[in-house]
């Protein structure tokens, strides 16, 4: 399907230069001479390389449609995940890198969001946010609760995020998986 460049946003999949990549980062241009542009950053989904490429505003692009279907995490090993078809009951293994960093957050029963490509897996999306519990941080100093400081924490699973002084070991903290953030206090 075809797209014009100024319509390009982050997490499109788009074909290019024969292979498949993803748009991370856009920005558009206008320069005070000459036309205007995007500037693209994007990940080619098969070996993870990246580059930075600028498209003309009159330029269209091919913007690839991805099958969706649900999955289950089931188990970790070694580097490998494997994900059961939650229709089919189908299992399927993938490398820990297809997952990038949101890999840290998986939780064995989690249901996932796969996309795929003429039958193969090209990336997983995991909730946005997710509720975790604080494994360890800083004691609150007194005083540190009058201005917006934030002390460091890690999570049960090891991730290090940034949270308020009154957040203590033990509390279930909501946290956004891709920005590695604390969002709020988990009800």
Request: glycine share 8%; charged share 30%; net charge negative.
């Amino acid at each position: 399907m075809k797209m014009s460049a100024v319509d390009i946003r982050p997490g499109n999949i788009l074909e290019y230069q024969g292979g498949l990549w993803r748009a991370v980062k856009i920005q558009h241009t206008q320069p005070g001479k000459g036309g205007a542009y995007m500037q693209v950053e994007l990940k080619n989904l098969t070996d993870g390389r990246k580059t930075n490429e600028r498209f003309r505003s009159a330029e269209t692009v091919e913007k690839v449609r991805l099958d969706t279907k649900d999955f289950q995490f089931l188990y970790a090993e070694g580097d490998d995940l494997t994900f059961m078809d939650t229709v089919t009951y189908d299992q399927t293994n993938l490398s820990k890198d297809l997952l990038g960093e949101a890999a840290d957050f998986l939780t064995d029963g989690m249901d996932v969001t796969m996309e795929l490509y003429e039958d193969k897996p090209i990336s997983v999306q995991l909730p946005d946010q997710i509720e975790a519990v604080i494994a360890d941080t800083e004691a609150v100093v007194k005083g540190q609760t009058a201005s917006s400081s934030y002390k460091p924490a890690r999570l049960e699973n090891g991730v290090r995020i940034m949270v308020p002084p009154f957040i203590g070991v033990g509390t279930r903290v909501v946290v956004d998986v891709y920005a590695r953030e604390y969002v709020r206090r988990a009800e």
